[in-house]
Nanobody
Framework: QVLLVESGGGSVQSGGSLRLSCAAS????????MGWFRQAPGQAREGLAS???????NYGDSAKGRFTISLDNPKAILYLQMNDLKPEDSAMYYC????????????????WGQGTQVTVSS
C-alpha cells in the first residue's frame, strides 16, 4: 500500500510563493508516477502536474508558467514549487501516485494523500 503525506501548505499573500512536498512510501517497484491536484470548494478536482521516475512531465493549464514539479527519486519526495500565487489558487492540494510510468497527458489517481490547504489573500 502506497502512503502519501503532503506538507508545505499555508497562508500567503498574492504574489507570494509556496513549495509543497509529498513524501511517499510503499511503492512496490522502482518505476512510479506522482502528481498534484487541487480542489476548491464547490469545484471539481483539477490535475496540476505529474512526473514519473523516467522524468516525463505533464502540466495542466492552470499550472503552466507558475508551477514547477520536481522529484527527489531516491527519497520518493515530490515537490510543487508555486510562484506568483493568486487568490484563485486557494484550494486543498492533493498528492497522488500510481505504480508504473505516467500515462501521457494524464495524472495518477491510484493513491491519494490527505491534502494540504493553500490560502492566498489579496
Amino acid at each position: 500500500q502506497v502512503l502519501l503525506v503532503e506538507s508545505g501548505g499555508g497562508s500567503v499573500q498574492s504574489g507570494g510563493s509556496l513549495r509543497l512536498s509529498c513524501a511517499a512510501s510503499g511503492f512496490g517497484y522502482n518505476l512510479y508516477c506522482m502528481g498534484w491536484f487541487r480542489q476548491a470548494p464547490g469545484q471539481a478536482r483539477e490535475g496540476l502536474a505529474s512526473l514519473d521516475t523516467d522524468g516525463h512531465k505533464n502540466y495542466g493549464d492552470s499550472a503552466k508558467g507558475r508551477f514547477t514539479i520536481s522529484l527527489d527519486n531516491p527519497k520518493a519526495i515530490l515537490y510543487l514549487q508555486m510562484n506568483d500565487l493568486k487568490p484563485e489558487d486557494s484550494a486543498m492540494y492533493y498528492c497522488a501516485a500510481e505504480n508504473g510510468l505516467c500515462v501521457a497527458n494524464d495524472f495518477p489517481k491510484a493513491y491519494w494523500g490527505q491534502g494540504t490547504q493553500v490560502t492566498v489573500s489579496s
